[in-house]
């Protein structure tokens, strides 16, 4: 009997191993491999039409950062979602017309919809209007001294950010790393950005 007892307990231990291992296994190994594409600067080869910021760069976001609502942003916020984002001083007729294309690619997700936010970075201090039109945006807007610091942070090929009129992509770990040209057309962005998420255990 004790035999028997003594053989159950050493398959309960090494039940147990099994189980601790594959853990392991399946929640470090993606880490390893995301920190060591990072490290080495590597990304997957693919047919990607967006422009990979080279090295990708991790977003410095400082306290002078508030919503439309004047909160500031916490400290985690370009780290729980994909981020899609769009720069303007002033949101005129392009911006806008840009922020529908935004909606149209983020409901074009599908069930992948909760994993992307669309963000609206703008010196714009009234922006009433847009939030009324676009209320699941967010609008992070403050005067152009006060987000002139962030915003350089997206700054590709030399470009003014304030007028590129490019989309960029954040991913979930916080890091600027691709962006989008203002003429490529919306189903094609959206056909790069939803392979993106396929293939992405993060966000």
């Not at 007892?5 to 995301?34: C, D, H, N, Y």
Request: charged fraction near 20%; glycine fraction near 4%; proline fraction near 4%.
């Amino acid at each position: 009997m004790q035999n028997d007892q003594q053989l159950s307990e050493l398959a309960r231990q090494r039940k147990g191993r099994i189980v601790l291992i594959l853990m392991l296994t399946f929640f470090a190994v993606p880490l390893m491999v995301v920190m060591l594409m990072f490290k080495f600067n590597w990304m997957p080869t693919g047919e990607s039409v967006g422009e990979l910021v080279r090295p990708a760069r991790l977003l410095n976001t400082t306290s002078d950062l508030k919503d439309d609502a004047g909160a500031t942003l916490p400290s985690q916020f370009w780290r729980e979602k994909w981020s899609v984002v769009y720069i303007a001083d002033n949101c005129q007729a392009v911006c806008l017309g840009k922020l529908h294309d935004m909606r149209q690619l983020h409901v074009s997700l599908y069930k992948d919809m909760e994993r992307a936010q669309r963000v609206l970075i703008t010196a714009q201090q009234d922006t009433s209007s847009i939030k009324r039109d676009y209320p699941d945006l967010i609008i992070l807007n403050q005067p152009v001294e006060n987000i002139a610091k962030f915003t350089q942070q997206f700054q590709v090929n030399n470009e003014n950010v304030y007028s590129s009129n490019r989309l960029y992509l954040v991913d979930p770990l916080g890091h600027l790393m691709m962006s989008y040209q203002p003429q490529l057309p919306l189903a094609t962005v959206r056909k790069d950005v939803t392979r993106l998420l396929r293939f992405s255990w993060a966000g």
